[in-house]
């Protein structure tokens, strides 16, 4: 079993910089990717990025590619989402996934934090 928590959503302006912050712990954290999405209000959730864990390779949606960067620390079983030159469309509830094998549903999700940009 992996739990899930995020960490560091909040209320920022139109422009401005978020870092989010997924810790796993549970079973020793081996899965094969890990991965942010999000949810606005209304609206179905979506991919924002994935990492795969062991060898770092990144994937992004078209809509945050340029501006999130994700990011991951094996040694502290972390990842991260910094979110740069935020934008009010940005609003959403991000939650990190993780995918303990390749071409599997995301099986783990966390609880959710949220962001909010105000213009």
């Known amino acids: 079993q992996v739990q899930l928590v995020e960490s560091g959503g909040g209320l920022v302006q139109a422009g401005g910089s978020l870092r989010l912050s997924c810790a796993a712990s549970g079973r020793t954290f081996s899965s094969y990717a890990m991965g942010w999405f999000r949810q606005a209000p209304g609206k179905e959730r979506e991919f924002a990025a994935a990492?795969?864990?062991?060898?770092?390779?990144?994937s992004y949606a078209d809509s945050v590619k340029g501006r999130f960067t994700i990011s991951r620390d094996k040694a502290k079983n972390t990842g991260y989402l910094q979110m740069n030159s935020l934008k009010p469309e940005d609003t959403a509830v991000y939650y990190c996934?993780?995918?303990?094998?390749?071409?599997?549903?995301?099986?783990?999700w966390g609880q959710g934090t949220q962001v909010t940009v105000s213009s």
């Open positions: 990492i795969t864990w062991s060898s770092g390779r990144t």
């Open positions: 996934a993780a995918q303990v094998r390749a071409g599997n549903p995301y099986e783990y």
